[in-house]
């Protein structure tokens, strides 16, 4: 018995002195980044010392440049001490947001990121994904919740030429502000993303540019506002000379409380809306190339429980990477409203919007 007394002594402090070491290294090799990087500025660089994880704390972290970027009174990163293959970032619950000349003040009631990085996939980022909650900008209250996740996951039999890596995405925000509209937007839904290559660490590193998109499509996200739904279905991707091509569109049987909602919230003058009801009538009756089944009806989805739903979304979202989406027809008493990127141009219906988006430099 007293030598296992003692054994287990000898692997707590074998343990203990193996974390601190690596702590103090994994700070000091942060602060030398942190210098070597003009984009990067923190005045402090110290090791978190939680035995449950291996961290470090950045103090008043500076990122990106006058135009583009963010400034933080502290950020944890750290990786369970069982799982050290996953990166989780404590997002602080106060930010300085700079989008333009125009810096924004953001706060967080909560919010955290997360990144697997995968051996057995050269180090790519396997798992990653962002949660936060009550999110102001400005003081003004933009989003109750939000839950993205992105999962590595075969390319399959629908990934756009030119593809590297595939992953299956899903989307929960909840709570989205909508102009002055007392009704708040949700959000929700399955993708898939295809890149030319995996995010990994020599792309985190800055040794090779980052991988760009080469498609993405989801057969069916979700927008509910109030008792108004819409479901958006299609698939686009990058075309020879790097254009966004395909095809994408809104479905809903809701387009007149929709109109009203717009109203209501100031984007549409009020003498408009009979105009835009007739607009969107006829923009709906846009043919497209190819159709399939109509997508599932919104009783459908809302009558499916919060935990199938979610098992049954991810599935989903895996098994579409081999599924090409195309618009199925819209059912009875259902408006189609379609956008169209074609040849580098884009439309909504019949009408011309402007220049398609490029995917690939």
Avoid: C
């Avoid at 109030?226 to 020879?240: H, N, P, Q």
Wanted: hydrophobic share 45%; net charge negative; glycine share 10%.
């Amino acid at each position: 018995m007293k030598k296992l007394v003692i054994g287990v002594i000898l692997l707590v402090v074998i343990f203990g002195a193996s974390w601190y070491g690596v702590e103090s290294w994994l700070s000091s090799r942060a602060r030398e980044a942190v210098a070597a990087d003009p984009r990067i500025t923190a005045e402090n660089v110290s090791p978190l010392r939680n035995p449950s994880r291996i961290g470090i704390r950045l103090e008043q972290l500076d990122y990106g440049d006058e135009q583009m970027g963010f400034a933080a009174p502290e950020i944890d990163l750290y990786a369970p001490a069982l799982s050290p293959n996953r990166l989780t970032a404590e997002l602080p619950q106060q930010m300085t947001l700079r989008l333009g000349s125009a810096p924004a003040q953001m706060t967080l009631s909560d919010g955290s990121a997360f990144a697997v990085v995968s051996p057995l996939h050269r180090m790519s980022i396997s798992d990653a994904g962002i949660e936060a909650q009550g999110l102001k900008i400005d003081g003004a209250d933009v989003l109750e919740a939000l839950d993205l996740r992105a999962v590595i996951a075969h390319m399959g039999g629908a990934a756009p030429e030119g593809s590297g890596a595939g992953y299956a995405i899903n989307l929960a925000a909840s709570g989205i502000a909508v102009g002055s509209l007392t009704e708040r937007l949700d959000i929700s839904g399955p993708g898939q993303l295809w890149l030319t290559a995996p995010v990994g660490q020599a792309m985190l590193q800055g040794n090779v540019p980052p991988p760009v998109v080469t498609g993405l499509q989801s057969s069916g996200l979700r927008f509910s506002l109030g008792r108004t739904e819409a479901t958006l279905i299609g698939r686009i991707e990058a075309d020879a000379n790097g254009y966004a091509s395909g095809e994408a569109a809104f479905y809903t049987k809701d387009a007149q409380s929709f109109i009203d909602a717009a109203v209501s919230a100031g984007f549409l003058p009020p003498e408009r809306a009979l105009m835009a009801g007739a607009l969107l009538k006829n923009l709906s009756e846009t043919p497209v190339a190819n159709e399939t089944e109509p997508p599932p009806s919104a009783e459908d989805l809302s009558s499916t429980s919060v935990e199938v739903a979610s098992e049954a979304a991810q599935a989903e979202t895996e098994a579409d990477m081999d599924q090409i989406v195309s618009l199925p027809p819209a059912t009875d008493g259902q408006i189609r409203l379609p956008l169209i990127l074609k040849d580098g141009r884009m439309r909504l219906g019949p009408v011309p919007v402007g220049p398609a988006p490029r995917l690939v430099p």
